[in-house]
């Protein structure tokens, strides 16, 4: 029988290309390659999630810089954010393997600053990791307390006003709710991370059209690519940092693209060899095309 292009054979076991790569770098397998490339991708699709980046800072674009802040800093934002998914998909179809960032540091650093680079790199990804996942769900802590308020009155009506004691523990069950959800099989949490991919284009769709439909009053075209707003209210007059300062928002939302490199050793179909050559090809399309994606789709929401 004629095997796959993808597959190879070592003696009397058949193996897939990416478990080929791995023997080459003398790198042992332990991840079970469950992972297809639709799910590797809406994995990194999901994470970078524009509903809960563009939410989270939405005031912050508005209070520094206002509609110049929050339009042209998606194209700056952009230009940098290819240039790292460039690099990073480069490196991650040559080594694919589990843990990414720090192994490919101890890599490419030599074997004099191997361990050094790995060890930054390893705890400068997982304090981001800690930072953006305690971010998000605090986020949603606050969105819930904000729920909670309006729907018993609202805060001129006798609502109910959670304490921060309230808040703090319903962010503490968020994410221990998130980390039981993170402990279910591969198979699961790919489902789950398609169902949100699907969440996140619908609902950015459903905002581009609802929003502009319900609007009592628009503002001109002049005013939305033009305006910039100086007026912050926490003593910053310099428009230089206001406009950094605004960038956040986009920046923000434009993280989280890396998860297809910490994936590939469980993605079974990212590399494709025969005998002769190596053609590098799937997990670096992913982290080329993850952000490439997500930028005219979130540009959309403000036009």
Known sequence: MTLPAHVVTNGD???DSGHNRLLQLGYKQELKRDLSVVSNFALSFSIISVLTGITTLYNTGLNY????SMQYGWFLASAFTMLVALSMAEICSAFPTSGGLYYWSAKLAGSKWAPFASWITG???IIGLWAGTTSVDFSLAQLIQVIILLSTGGKNGGGYVAS???IIAIHGAILLLH?????????LLSFLGQL????????VFVLMILIPSVATERASN???FTHFNAENGDGINSRPCMF?????MSQYTLSGYDASAHMVNIFYTFLTFNVVNCKRVNIGRHLFFVPLLYHPHVAGTFL
């Not at 810089?65 to 110049?68: D, E, I, L, M, N």
């Not at 991919?197 to 609902?203: D, E, K, P, S, Y």
């Not at 950094?244 to 956040?248: Q, R, S, T, V």
């Open 222 to 224: 002049k005013f939305v």
């Open 164 to 166: 921060k004691y309230v």
């Open 179 to 187: 980390g039981i959800i993170n402990s279910l099989p591969i198979s």
């Open 123 to 125: 705890w400068f990804n």
């Open 65 to 68: 810089g206002g509609p110049v």
């Open 196 to 203: 949100s991919a699907i969440w996140n284009v619908f609902g």
């Open 13 to 15: 076991v058949s193996l």
């Open 244 to 248: 950094l300062l605004g960038l956040l």
